[in-house]
């Protein structure tokens, strides 16, 4: 995609400065700020504290953070080293447990480490370098196809619902379900995005209506609740999300929330379309009822946004993360490789043939 459209990109490596920035999403829209971290600790804080989010996006902050914490390593022998990259890499993989990229990124790695253990320790610390500059360069470049993918299935002006964000500060850059917005904005196809607010957190309200307003995107704000009255007005002609994990069925994990908006679309005859990287395609978990749910803090449901607590202090919460949304409610995952239809077990194997 060309340049001319405002593409903001959350992960950055600071190789000079031993450290990578990252764009502090907690404090967005208020405050566009970076943050320069060095540490195992602050890397995994960054992770669990949303700072950086996105299942891509972690993904590459994880292997960013794994070769930083490790190229200031002192070993001089590759078991040595091994050993301070295996301590980092279980620290790293503690930090959330739903998007898969986070494993995966860090699979790969720790893959790279293995093939490159004959060469010298200051080869194989280059090697990481080079591995995780990899995983982000391809992160563009898939975020980019599945925008050309969709554009396949979307029709100029048409109303697009979509949940929480997966946009570019979700991803290398582009976004995953926003990528096709930012592919149709250069093409002038006048998209009209609906973007759920996505309770408790609000990654729609403070995210996705910001980034799209910044690239001039026709941009209306909702609260969750409203997803459906949107759709019986035919305001919506499809919707578009991400997803943290795609088990082997098609099942899908994304946020909270996603659904119940799945289940609108089938009502209102809506297409309901999951923008999935191959790399958030885990063909080792069987259906999504395998997927590990996330569970937040009562706080980000009580007090958070909230200048004193709107329910009761001794009130029960519950507060899941991410919903799985059953392949049966899911007209199409639209990945790098093209849009797998249902049956997807055998679909989605055959993509990675
Ligand atoms: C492009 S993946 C975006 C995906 O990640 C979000 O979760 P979180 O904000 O908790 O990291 C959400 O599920 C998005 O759909």
């Not at 992960?11 to 999403?25: F, G, H, R, Y």
């Not at 592919?183 to 957190?201: N, S």
Request: glycine share 6%; charged share 25%; with cysteine.
């Amino acid at each position: 995609m060309s340049e001319h459209v405002t593409v903001i990109e959350s992960v950055k490596l600071d190789d000079a400065n031993d450290a990578i920035i990252l764009l502090d999403q907690t404090q967005l829209p208020n405050k566009k700020e970076f943050l320069h971290l060095k540490t195992v600790d602050d890397v995994w804080d960054a992770i669990y504290q949303l700072k950086v989010r996105g299942a891509p996006a972690i993904g590459i902050a994880a292997a960013y953070g794994i070769y930083i914490v490790t190229k200031n390593s002192k070993a001089t022998s590759f078991d040595a080293f091994y050993q301070e990259f295996k301590t980092a890499k279980e620290k790293l993989a503690s930090s959330r447990p739903t998007a898969v990229n986070l494993f995966w990124a860090l699979d790969r790695m720790e893959a790279r480490l293995q093939n490159e253990q004959t060469g010298t320790i200051t080869e194989i610390k280059n090697a990481l370098r080079e591995e995780a500059d990899l995983i982000k360069k391809e992160d563009q470049k898939v975020c980019e196809a599945i925008g050309y993918h969709a554009l396949e299935v979307l029709e100029p002006g048409w109303g697009i619902l979509t949940h929480c964000n997966a946009g570019t500060i979700a991803t290398a850059k582009y976004g995953t379900a926003l990528a096709p917005i930012y592919l149709g904005q250069e093409r002038g196809y006048d998209f009209k995005v609906y973007a759920d607010e996505t309770r408790p957190l609000l990654q729609g309200a403070r995210l996705t209506a910001w980034e799209l307003n910044e690239a001039g995107v026709d941009v209306t704000l909702i609260c969750d609740n409203m997803a459906s009255i949107v759709m019986s007005q035919d305001k919506v002609q499809a919707v578009l999300v991400g997803c943290d994990r795609v088990a082997a069925n098609g099942d899908a994990a994304n946020k909270i929330g996603t659904s119940g908006v799945a289940i609108l679309a089938k009502h209102y005859g809506i297409p309901f379309y999951v923008c999935a990287p191959m790399s958030t395609i885990d063909l080792n978990t069987e259906t999504g009822s395998d997927i590990e749910i996330e569970l937040r803090s009562e706080e980000e449901i009580k007090t958070k946004w909230y200048s004193e607590p709107m329910a009761p202090a001794d009130i029960k919460t519950y507060n899941p993360a991410f919903d799985v949304t059953d392949h049966s409610l899911i007209t199409g995952i639209i990945t790098e490789k093209g849009i797998v239809s249902p049956s997807y077990k055998e679909n989605l194997t055959k993509i990675f043939e």
